[in-house]
């Protein structure tokens, strides 16, 4: 019984195992991209869209063959009915059968259906680029989110430097005390000092666990509670030659996929006009088939279904012509409406082209501040980790009170994190600048 099982349970095992060695233990900037472009759920309902897209221009390209249709027919009807052998009319059942087999296909139709064709494909590849542009807007926001974390990590690890450094003068100010060179005060101070310390420790752990819960949350997890990611190795900053927003603009115009997708909105509708245009002429359809019935009533003694079958059958071919005439000016207003859309697309695709080069605009003028305010923070640290440092020496000897002190290492503190914070904008903003040169999303 313990080994039946144990074979029944190890299939559960196997997917258990398979499951949790998808996920990695730590995750890269690129393992949360892949993963939340495969898993998140607009994201799969756009992609629904764009296959819903796809068909409906693959089937357009399927109304140019001819259609072919059959049908089968059966009567049974009770009455009176004229007898062919004794010519009386008598009441019987008549069976009536019919078969036909026909087959249609539009020769011309003022190029309308050629140019339905290159609408519905403009707006699947319209498609196309709108679920690229939103990969790409969700990219952007991983990578934000990141980031975050990145930062809430590196101001851990500074708050518990300090709390370190802050229980290691605890130890200090205790044998100073006890040696009679300060007073006990300043040991009550310092203790408090330290308090302080410790419990900026668990603010700063508490804010890298919601931005750890945020990463999660947005890639969709199932389980956050070992979420953690992998810390790159980023390398000095230094102000890169920034391309000016107008030169930008004009890599980014050709590359961006929603600047893509309204142009293709706008090719869409341009077909659509000339499809519109081509129900104003006349069209011609072509139309074959081949019909046949059978009809066999009660009083008939002998009766030969395949003679009957043969003899009734007939074929047909021929051409329909229909001429547009008169039909409340639909076509016409048809054509109306589709030049007001065709107008709208230009003006979306300009509107699209408008908000390109002010995000541009802002993300280049973005860049030149967070390198400006890093730069000020660097020096800021430099400063106050000096003055910490001169503080430390002076209140080793009792020069400075335990609350100087405590405001030394404040200020410390938070020009390190002026510092980190302003640190991982400026990295945000550079990768954003990138991002519209092509560049792919990386911390590498």
Same mark, same amino acid.
């Given at each position: 019984?313990?080994?039946?099982?144990?074979?029944?349970?190890?299939?559960?095992?196997?997917?258990?195992?398979?499951?949790?060695?998808?996920?990695?233990?730590?995750?890269?900037?690129?393992?949360?991209?892949?993963?939340?472009?495969?898993?998140?759920?607009?994201?799969?309902?756009?992609?629904?869209?764009?296959?819903?897209?796809?068909?409906?221009?693959?089937?357009?390209?399927?109304?140019?063959?001819?259609?072919?249709?059959?049908?089968?027919?059966?009567?049974?009807?009770?009455?009176?009915?004229?007898?062919?052998?004794?010519?009386?009319?008598?009441?019987?059942?008549?069976? &009536?059968?019919?078969?036909?087999? %026909?087959?249609?296909?539009?020769?011309?139709? %003022?190029?309308?259906?050629?140019?339905?064709?290159?609408?519905?494909?403009?707006?699947?590849?319209?498609?196309?680029?709108?679920?690229?542009?939103?990969?790409?807007?969700?990219?952007?926001?991983?990578?934000?989110?990141?980031?975050?974390?990145?930062?809430?990590?590196?101001?851990?690890?500074?708050?518990?430097?300090?709390?370190?450094?802050?229980?290691?003068?605890?130890?200090?100010?205790?044998?100073?005390?006890?040696?009679?060179?300060?007073?006990?005060?300043?040991?009550?101070?310092?203790?408090?000092?330290?308090?302080?310390?410790?419990?900026?420790?668990?603010?700063?752990?508490?804010?890298?666990?919601?931005?750890?819960?945020?990463?999660?949350?947005?890639?969709?997890?199932?389980?956050?509670?070992? &979420?953690? =990611?992998?810390?790159?190795?980023?390398?000095?900053?230094?102000?890169?030659?920034?391309?000016?927003?107008?030169?930008?603009?004009?890599?980014?115009?050709?590359?961006?996929?929603?600047?893509?997708?309204?142009?293709?909105?706008?090719?869409?509708?341009?077909?659509?006009?000339?499809?519109?245009?081509?129900?104003?002429?006349?069209?011609?359809?072509?139309?074959?088939?081949?019909?046949?019935? =059978?009809?066999?009533?009660?009083?008939? =003694?002998?009766?030969?279904?395949?003679?009957?079958?043969?003899?009734?059958?007939?074929?047909?071919?021929?051409?329909?012509?229909?001429?547009?005439?008169?039909?409340?000016?639909?076509?016409?207003?048809?054509?109306?409406?589709?030049?007001?859309?065709?107008?709208?697309?230009?003006?979306?695709?300009?509107?699209?082209?408008?908000?390109?080069?002010?995000?541009?605009?802002?993300?280049?003028?973005?860049?030149?501040?967070?390198?400006?305010?890093?730069?000020?923070?660097?020096?800021?640290?430099?400063?106050?980790?000096?003055?910490?440092?001169?503080?430390?020496?002076?209140?080793?000897?009792?020069? =400075?009170?335990?609350?100087?002190?405590?405001?030394?290492?404040?200020?410390?503190?938070?020009?390190?994190?002026?510092?980190?914070?302003?640190?991982?904008?400026?990295?945000?903003?550079?990768?954003?600048?990138? &991002?519209?040169?092509?560049?792919?999303?990386?911390?590498?």
């Amino acid at each position: 019984m313990r080994n039946i099982a144990a074979i029944l349970m190890l299939p559960m095992l196997l997917a258990f195992t398979e499951a949790h060695a998808q996920q990695p233990e730590k995750w890269s900037l690129k393992d949360c991209i892949e993963y939340a472009k495969d898993n998140n759920l607009s994201i799969k309902q756009q992609s629904l869209n764009t296959e819903y897209q796809q068909n409906v221009y693959e089937q357009k390209k399927l109304d140019r063959i001819p259609s072919v249709n059959g049908s089968v027919g059966y009567q049974l009807s009770f009455g009176r009915v004229l007898d062919d052998t004794s010519f009386e009319i008598t009441d019987q059942t008549t069976q &009536f059968g019919r078969f036909s087999l %026909g087959a249609s296909v539009p020769l011309f139709q %003022g190029f309308s259906l050629h140019n339905q064709i290159n609408r519905d494909k403009a707006n699947w590849q319209a498609s196309r680029k709108e679920l690229e542009a939103a990969k790409n807007d969700l990219a952007l926001n991983i990578t934000s989110l990141y980031l975050q974390v990145l930062f809430d990590k590196e101001l851990l690890q500074v708050a518990e430097e300090q709390y370190k450094v802050a229980k290691e003068q605890v130890e200090n100010t205790k044998k100073l005390v006890d040696a009679g060179r300060v007073a006990e005060g300043n040991l009550l101070e310092i203790k408090s000092q330290a308090a302080r310390e410790a419990l900026t420790v668990t603010q700063m752990a508490n804010n890298l666990t919601m931005s750890l819960l945020n990463l999660a949350q947005a890639l969709d997890l199932e389980e956050t509670g070992n &979420f953690d =990611v992998v810390i790159p190795e980023i390398p000095e900053l230094q102000q890169n030659t920034l391309t000016p927003p107008s030169d930008l603009f004009v890599q980014a115009v050709d590359l961006m996929p929603e600047i893509e997708a309204s142009e293709f909105n706008l090719e869409s509708e341009r077909y659509a006009l000339k499809a519109a245009q081509g129900q104003l002429y006349p069209s011609i359809n072509m139309d074959a088939g081949w019909n046949t019935s =059978v009809t066999k009533k009660e009083s008939t =003694v002998e009766f030969d279904f395949g003679k009957h079958f043969n003899d009734n059958a007939t074929q047909y071919v021929g051409l329909t012509l229909r001429i547009p005439v008169f039909n409340g000016l639909a076509a016409r207003n048809n054509v109306k409406n589709t030049q007001l859309s065709i107008r709208s697309a230009q003006h979306d695709l300009e509107k699209e082209k408008q908000t390109l080069r002010k995000e541009i605009q802002q993300a280049y003028a973005d860049a030149q501040a967070a390198y400006l305010k890093y730069n000020s923070a660097q020096t800021a640290v430099d400063s106050y980790e000096e003055s910490l440092r001169y503080t430390e020496k002076k209140y080793a000897v009792g020069l =400075v009170s335990p609350v100087d002190y405590s405001v030394a290492r404040t200020d410390y503190l938070k020009a390190q994190s002026d510092f980190l914070q302003s640190k991982y904008e400026y990295v945000l903003r550079t990768k954003v600048l990138d &991002f519209y040169t092509g560049a792919p999303l990386s911390l590498d």
